[in-house]
């Protein structure tokens, strides 16, 4: 499917699959929160991951 430059938004949304993976990622100066969602935007676990914002953390 072709789109025109200002058509961005709708060729974002075509490349949306159902095997898509959304991870958001709330960022903090010392713990970071992180929440998978599929390409629905339903919630994979009703636990969120924390991970220190350090080289330790990012591991």
């Known amino acids: 499917m072709k789109f025109k430059q200002s ?15 959304v991870v958001g990622i709330d960022i903090a100066k010392e713990v970071h929160v992180a929440q998978a969602t599929n390409f629905r935007g ?17 591991r």
């Open 7 to 21: 058509e961005g938004q709708y060729q974002r949304i075509e490349r949306i699959t159902t095997s898509l993976l």
């Open 42 to 58: 339903i919630v994979l676990s009703n636990r969120h991951l924390t991970f220190k914002n350090t080289i330790e953390g990012l």
